[in-house]
Protein backbone atom coordinates (compact mmCIF):
# COMPACT_ATOMS: atom_id res chain seq x y z
CA UNK A 1 0.00 0.00 0.00
CA UNK A 2 2.92 2.36 0.71
CA UNK A 3 3.97 2.01 -2.40
CA UNK A 4 1.28 3.00 -4.52
CA UNK A 5 0.51 5.86 -1.91
CA UNK A 6 4.08 7.15 -1.65
CA UNK A 7 6.12 6.86 -4.66
CA UNK A 8 3.76 6.63 -7.97
CA UNK A 9 1.24 8.67 -5.92
CA UNK A 10 0.37 11.83 -8.01
CA UNK A 11 -2.07 15.21 -8.01
CA UNK A 12 -3.28 15.77 -11.35
CA UNK A 13 -3.97 19.95 -10.87
CA UNK A 14 -3.41 23.33 -12.47
CA UNK A 15 0.13 24.01 -11.50
CA UNK A 16 0.86 27.00 -13.48
CA UNK A 17 -2.48 28.67 -13.16
CA UNK A 18 -2.41 32.27 -14.27
CA UNK A 19 -5.71 34.73 -14.62
CA UNK A 20 -5.11 35.53 -18.43
CA UNK A 21 -4.45 32.02 -19.17
CA UNK A 22 -7.41 30.62 -21.17
CA UNK A 23 -6.67 26.71 -20.64
CA UNK A 24 -3.29 24.96 -19.60
CA UNK A 25 -2.61 20.79 -20.55
CA UNK A 26 -1.33 18.49 -17.80
CA UNK A 27 0.27 15.90 -19.85
CA UNK A 28 3.49 13.76 -20.29
CA UNK A 29 3.10 11.79 -16.96
CA UNK A 30 1.17 8.72 -16.02
CA UNK A 31 -2.20 8.75 -13.53
CA UNK A 32 -0.82 6.59 -11.11
CA UNK A 33 -3.32 4.53 -8.55
CA UNK A 34 -3.92 6.76 -5.62
CA UNK A 35 -3.90 9.70 -7.88
CA UNK A 36 -5.86 13.09 -7.05
CA UNK A 37 -7.90 15.27 -8.99
CA UNK A 38 -7.91 18.94 -7.67
CA UNK A 39 -10.45 21.18 -9.68
CA UNK A 40 -10.35 24.52 -8.11
CA UNK A 41 -12.83 27.51 -8.09
CA UNK A 42 -13.53 28.86 -12.29
CA UNK A 43 -11.93 25.68 -13.28
CA UNK A 44 -12.89 22.98 -15.67
CA UNK A 45 -11.05 20.20 -16.37
CA UNK A 46 -11.36 17.52 -19.45
CA UNK A 47 -10.45 14.61 -19.81
CA UNK A 48 -8.81 12.91 -22.60
CA UNK A 49 -7.13 9.82 -24.13
CA UNK A 50 -6.20 9.42 -27.45
CA UNK A 51 -6.89 13.00 -28.20
CA UNK A 52 -10.77 12.58 -27.62
CA UNK A 53 -12.99 14.15 -24.91
CA UNK A 54 -13.35 11.14 -22.12
CA UNK A 55 -15.03 13.14 -19.30
CA UNK A 56 -15.45 17.40 -18.31
CA UNK A 57 -15.94 17.77 -14.66
CA UNK A 58 -17.01 21.46 -13.56
CA UNK A 59 -17.53 20.56 -9.70
CA UNK A 60 -14.32 22.19 -7.54
CA UNK A 61 -13.05 20.01 -5.22
CA UNK A 62 -10.56 17.25 -4.44
CA UNK A 63 -11.25 13.98 -6.27
CA UNK A 64 -10.02 10.30 -6.32
CA UNK A 65 -9.01 9.74 -9.40
CA UNK A 66 -9.71 5.95 -9.92
CA UNK A 67 -13.11 5.62 -7.81
CA UNK A 68 -14.50 9.23 -8.58
CA UNK A 69 -13.32 10.27 -11.90
CA UNK A 70 -12.57 6.84 -14.32
CA UNK A 71 -16.15 5.89 -13.58
CA UNK A 72 -17.49 8.52 -15.34
CA UNK A 73 -15.16 8.30 -17.99
CA UNK A 74 -16.58 7.13 -22.04
CA UNK A 75 -13.99 4.41 -22.90
CA UNK A 76 -12.14 3.98 -19.60
CA UNK A 77 -14.37 2.78 -17.40
CA UNK A 78 -13.07 -0.46 -16.81
CA UNK A 79 -10.12 0.44 -16.82
CA UNK A 80 -7.51 -0.94 -14.00
CA UNK A 81 -3.98 0.36 -13.09
CA UNK A 82 -1.68 -2.24 -13.23
CA UNK A 83 1.02 -2.82 -10.43
CA UNK A 84 4.00 -0.79 -11.85
CA UNK A 85 1.65 1.18 -14.83
CA UNK A 86 -0.80 3.63 -15.05
CA UNK A 87 -2.73 5.39 -17.58
CA UNK A 88 -1.67 7.73 -20.09
CA UNK A 89 -4.28 10.60 -20.34
CA UNK A 90 -3.98 14.64 -20.63
CA UNK A 91 -6.05 17.19 -18.81
CA UNK A 92 -7.25 19.69 -20.15
CA UNK A 93 -7.63 22.76 -17.28
CA UNK A 94 -9.91 25.39 -19.09
CA UNK A 95 -10.52 28.80 -17.14
CA UNK A 96 -14.22 29.46 -17.16
CA UNK A 97 -14.40 33.32 -16.40
CA UNK A 98 -15.20 36.09 -18.56
CA UNK A 99 -12.18 37.77 -20.19
CA UNK A 100 -12.00 41.42 -20.74
CA UNK A 101 -9.90 42.92 -22.93
CA UNK A 102 -8.77 46.62 -23.39
CA UNK A 103 -8.30 47.60 -27.16
CA UNK A 104 -6.90 50.25 -29.08
CA UNK A 105 -6.28 51.34 -32.53
CA UNK A 106 -2.65 50.93 -33.68
CA UNK A 107 -3.04 53.84 -36.60
CA UNK A 108 -5.29 56.28 -37.36
CA UNK A 109 -8.02 55.18 -39.60
CA UNK A 110 -8.97 56.80 -42.48
CA UNK A 111 -12.55 56.87 -42.58
CA UNK A 112 -13.99 57.99 -46.33
CA UNK A 113 -15.32 62.00 -45.48
CA UNK A 114 -17.10 64.34 -47.44
CA UNK A 115 -14.81 67.22 -49.07
CA UNK A 116 -11.79 65.02 -47.72
CA UNK A 117 -10.05 63.39 -49.95
CA UNK A 118 -7.72 61.68 -48.07
CA UNK A 119 -10.38 60.70 -45.26
CA UNK A 120 -11.07 61.69 -41.79
CA UNK A 121 -8.18 60.23 -39.71
CA UNK A 122 -9.83 58.76 -36.52
CA UNK A 123 -8.63 56.34 -33.72
CA UNK A 124 -10.81 54.91 -30.90
CA UNK A 125 -10.73 52.60 -28.10
CA UNK A 126 -12.40 50.52 -25.69
CA UNK A 127 -12.52 46.87 -24.45
CA UNK A 128 -14.20 43.61 -25.41
CA UNK A 129 -14.76 40.47 -23.28
CA UNK A 130 -14.94 36.98 -24.32
CA UNK A 131 -15.37 33.48 -23.06
CA UNK A 132 -14.96 29.62 -23.77
CA UNK A 133 -18.15 28.25 -24.89
CA UNK A 134 -17.33 25.20 -26.87
CA UNK A 135 -14.86 22.62 -25.54
CA UNK A 136 -15.11 20.35 -28.72
CA UNK A 137 -14.08 23.28 -30.96
CA UNK A 138 -11.54 24.74 -28.37
CA UNK A 139 -9.65 21.39 -28.00
CA UNK A 140 -10.07 20.52 -32.11
CA UNK A 141 -8.84 23.79 -33.56
CA UNK A 142 -6.39 25.05 -30.63
CA UNK A 143 -5.38 22.73 -27.72
CA UNK A 144 -4.34 19.74 -29.82
CA UNK A 145 -1.57 21.57 -30.86
CA UNK A 146 -0.78 24.29 -28.21
CA UNK A 147 0.11 23.23 -24.59
CA UNK A 148 -1.69 26.79 -23.39
CA UNK A 149 -3.41 29.13 -24.54
CA UNK A 150 -3.09 33.30 -23.39
CA UNK A 151 -5.67 36.23 -23.35
CA UNK A 152 -2.80 38.02 -25.72
CA UNK A 153 -3.14 35.17 -28.34
CA UNK A 154 -7.14 35.76 -28.63
CA UNK A 155 -5.77 40.15 -28.30
CA UNK A 156 -3.71 39.92 -31.50
CA UNK A 157 -6.23 38.26 -33.39
CA UNK A 158 -8.92 40.18 -32.75
CA UNK A 159 -6.43 43.69 -33.20
CA UNK A 160 -5.43 42.10 -36.44
CA UNK A 161 -8.87 42.81 -38.19
CA UNK A 162 -10.38 45.37 -36.06
CA UNK A 163 -9.19 49.09 -38.10
CA UNK A 164 -11.27 47.23 -40.88
CA UNK A 165 -14.25 46.18 -38.85
CA UNK A 166 -14.34 49.53 -37.88
CA UNK A 167 -13.84 51.24 -40.92
CA UNK A 168 -16.94 49.04 -42.35
CA UNK A 169 -19.26 49.94 -39.59
CA UNK A 170 -18.68 53.61 -39.13
CA UNK A 171 -19.35 53.95 -43.25
CA UNK A 172 -21.82 52.02 -43.12
CA UNK A 173 -23.56 54.14 -40.67
CA UNK A 174 -23.99 57.49 -43.34
CA UNK A 175 -24.15 59.79 -40.24
CA UNK A 176 -22.32 62.41 -38.70
CA UNK A 177 -18.58 61.80 -39.17
CA UNK A 178 -17.88 64.11 -36.11
CA UNK A 179 -20.20 62.70 -33.84
CA UNK A 180 -19.50 59.30 -33.74
CA UNK A 181 -20.08 58.52 -30.14
CA UNK A 182 -24.19 59.38 -30.43
CA UNK A 183 -23.91 56.12 -32.75
CA UNK A 184 -20.81 54.38 -30.55
CA UNK A 185 -23.68 51.89 -29.45
CA UNK A 186 -24.54 50.73 -33.07
CA UNK A 187 -21.28 50.55 -34.13
CA UNK A 188 -19.99 48.11 -31.69
CA UNK A 189 -22.99 45.89 -31.98
CA UNK A 190 -22.16 45.63 -35.48
CA UNK A 191 -18.39 44.82 -34.92
CA UNK A 192 -19.08 42.74 -31.56
CA UNK A 193 -21.40 39.92 -34.08
CA UNK A 194 -18.00 40.27 -36.69
CA UNK A 195 -15.32 39.76 -34.06
CA UNK A 196 -17.64 36.55 -32.72
CA UNK A 197 -16.96 34.80 -36.16
CA UNK A 198 -13.74 35.64 -35.88
CA UNK A 199 -13.34 33.92 -32.72
CA UNK A 200 -16.12 31.25 -32.49
CA UNK A 201 -13.93 28.88 -34.85
CA UNK A 202 -11.58 28.75 -32.11
CA UNK A 203 -14.47 27.56 -29.30
CA UNK A 204 -14.63 31.77 -28.14
CA UNK A 205 -17.58 33.65 -27.60
CA UNK A 206 -17.58 37.64 -28.07
CA UNK A 207 -20.28 38.18 -24.74
CA UNK A 208 -19.54 42.48 -25.07
CA UNK A 209 -17.70 44.92 -27.09
CA UNK A 210 -18.03 48.27 -26.14
CA UNK A 211 -16.15 51.96 -27.77
CA UNK A 212 -15.17 54.46 -24.82
CA UNK A 213 -14.04 57.20 -27.36
CA UNK A 214 -12.96 58.39 -30.73
CA UNK A 215 -9.97 60.37 -31.01
CA UNK A 216 -9.90 63.14 -33.75
CA UNK A 217 -6.88 65.17 -34.72
CA UNK A 218 -6.07 68.46 -32.69
CA UNK A 219 -7.35 70.66 -35.55
CA UNK A 220 -10.38 69.18 -36.69
CA UNK A 221 -11.46 68.45 -32.91
CA UNK A 222 -11.09 71.99 -31.95
CA UNK A 223 -13.72 73.15 -34.36
CA UNK A 224 -15.71 69.98 -33.42
CA UNK A 225 -15.61 71.81 -29.81
CA UNK A 226 -16.25 75.17 -31.37
CA UNK A 227 -18.77 74.78 -32.58
CA UNK A 228 -20.52 72.59 -30.27
CA UNK A 229 -20.00 75.66 -27.78
CA UNK A 230 -21.85 78.49 -30.42
CA UNK A 231 -24.58 75.28 -30.73
CA UNK A 232 -25.11 75.28 -27.13
CA UNK A 233 -25.03 79.20 -26.73
CA UNK A 234 -27.40 79.57 -30.06
CA UNK A 235 -26.16 83.73 -30.40
CA UNK A 236 -23.24 85.12 -31.47
CA UNK A 237 -23.60 88.05 -28.72
CA UNK A 238 -23.70 85.28 -25.89
CA UNK A 239 -20.75 83.80 -27.60
CA UNK A 240 -19.04 86.39 -27.45
CA UNK A 241 -19.41 87.57 -23.37
CA UNK A 242 -18.81 83.75 -22.52
CA UNK A 243 -15.47 83.95 -24.85
CA UNK A 244 -14.53 87.14 -22.77
CA UNK A 245 -15.08 86.04 -20.00
CA UNK A 246 -13.01 83.12 -20.62
CA UNK A 247 -10.15 84.71 -22.02
CA UNK A 248 -10.46 86.87 -18.12
CA UNK A 249 -10.77 83.61 -16.51
CA UNK A 250 -7.37 82.34 -18.13
CA UNK A 251 -5.55 85.05 -17.81
CA UNK A 252 -5.37 85.82 -21.15
CA UNK A 253 -4.56 89.18 -22.49
CA UNK A 254 -3.21 92.23 -20.67
CA UNK A 255 -5.03 94.04 -17.78
CA UNK A 256 -6.10 97.01 -19.95
CA UNK A 257 -7.51 94.14 -22.32
CA UNK A 258 -9.43 92.28 -19.32
CA UNK A 259 -11.07 95.84 -17.86
CA UNK A 260 -12.14 96.47 -21.44
CA UNK A 261 -14.10 93.52 -21.76
CA UNK A 262 -15.29 93.89 -17.99
CA UNK A 263 -16.81 97.30 -18.97
CA UNK A 264 -17.99 96.27 -22.80
CA UNK A 265 -19.68 93.50 -20.51
CA UNK A 266 -21.03 95.43 -18.16
CA UNK A 267 -22.62 98.03 -20.78
CA UNK A 268 -24.58 95.31 -22.34
CA UNK A 269 -25.73 94.09 -18.94
CA UNK A 270 -27.08 97.94 -18.41
CA UNK A 271 -28.41 97.80 -21.89
CA UNK A 272 -30.55 94.49 -21.18
CA UNK A 273 -31.86 96.06 -17.80
CA UNK A 274 -33.03 98.77 -19.37
CA UNK A 275 -34.59 97.82 -21.92
CA UNK A 276 -36.55 94.98 -19.54
CA UNK A 277 -37.50 98.23 -16.93
CA UNK A 278 -39.06 99.67 -20.62
CA UNK A 279 -41.17 96.86 -21.55
CA UNK A 280 -42.31 96.78 -17.91
CA UNK A 281 -43.14 100.35 -18.08
CA UNK A 282 -44.49 100.17 -21.51
CA UNK A 283 -48.52 98.89 -20.39
CA UNK A 284 -48.56 101.69 -17.87
CA UNK A 285 -48.02 104.35 -20.60
CA UNK A 286 -50.57 102.92 -22.84
CA UNK A 287 -52.89 102.34 -19.28
CA UNK A 288 -56.69 103.62 -19.69
CA UNK A 289 -56.44 105.96 -16.36
CA UNK A 290 -53.65 107.92 -18.07
CA UNK A 291 -51.28 107.69 -14.91
CA UNK A 292 -47.68 108.92 -15.79
CA UNK A 293 -45.28 105.87 -15.61
CA UNK A 294 -42.33 106.58 -13.18
CA UNK A 295 -39.45 105.52 -15.66
CA UNK A 296 -39.22 107.24 -18.70
CA UNK A 297 -40.18 104.64 -22.26
CA UNK A 298 -37.86 106.51 -24.26
CA UNK A 299 -34.44 106.38 -21.80
CA UNK A 300 -35.46 104.35 -18.96
CA UNK A 301 -34.54 107.87 -16.72
CA UNK A 302 -36.86 108.29 -13.40
CA UNK A 303 -39.87 111.04 -14.17
CA UNK A 304 -40.22 113.03 -11.29
CA UNK A 305 -43.28 115.28 -11.23
CA UNK A 306 -42.80 116.49 -14.70
CA UNK A 307 -45.07 115.40 -18.16
CA UNK A 308 -41.90 115.49 -19.68
CA UNK A 309 -38.79 113.17 -19.39
CA UNK A 310 -35.78 115.96 -18.17
CA UNK A 311 -33.28 114.12 -19.78
CA UNK A 312 -34.60 113.08 -23.32
CA UNK A 313 -37.59 115.54 -23.73
CA UNK A 314 -39.93 112.67 -23.70
CA UNK A 315 -43.99 113.15 -23.14
CA UNK A 316 -45.11 110.99 -20.27
CA UNK A 317 -48.36 111.76 -20.54
Known sequence: MGLFSGQFANVVEWEEFRDDMIFWKWCNKEIKKGSKLIIRPGQDAIFLFNGKIEGIFKDEGE???????IPFLSTLKGFKFGFNSGMRAEVLFVNTKEFQVKWGTKNAINIPAPNMPGGLPIRANGTFNFKVNDYVTLIDKVAGVKQQYLVEDVKERITSVLDQLLMKWISSQGKDMFNLMANSFD????????LDMQVGGNGLAITDFTIMSFNYPENVQNMINKNAEQSMIGDMNRYQQVAMADGMAN??????ASDMAGMMMGMQMANQMMQNMNQNAAPAQNSPT?????????CGQPTGDTNFCGNCGQKLV
Open 63 to 69: YDIESQI
Open 187 to 194: IGNGIKTD
Open 251 to 256: GHGSSA
Open 290 to 298: GAKPKFCPN
